[in-house]
């Protein structure tokens, strides 16, 4: 079926073809677990690395995703963009790769700072 690579290594999205078996997503986007982002009305869904902002952001490229006016999600690694149909299952993505390229820029790897994760303990 019509899949969607965002690839920010490339600069690029490109139409893929993808086999319908959730276990070829990681391999087609480089990771080893997958999580999703909804981009219109959880009508299309991009999995993306679950774990890319805890790799070596030295080599690592962005995309953003254009969510609302004001907001903008970033994004580390690639993206494989799919539908997503009334019980949940993937299917052929509902946009297009024009709509797509509206809402997805490359800032690159020097635009985006990713701070190390920490956490706090306050004491009341």
Known sequence: ????????FEKAITEVNYSGNWEDIAPMIGCEYFTTVQLNDDQDTVF??????????????????????????VIAGK?????????????????????LEGVISFPGRNAVTVEAPSFSIYVL
């Open 1 to 8: 079926m019509k899949a969607y690579l965002i690839d920010p």
């Open 48 to 73: 993306v690395d679950d774990e890319g902002l805890l790799k070596d952001q030295s080599e690592m490229q962005y995309f953003r995703i254009k969510m609302e006016p004001n907001y903008e999600q």
């Open 79 to 99: 993206g494989l963009v799919l539908g997503t149909n009334a019980e949940g299952e993937s299917v052929e993505p509902l946009c297009n790769i024009e709509w």
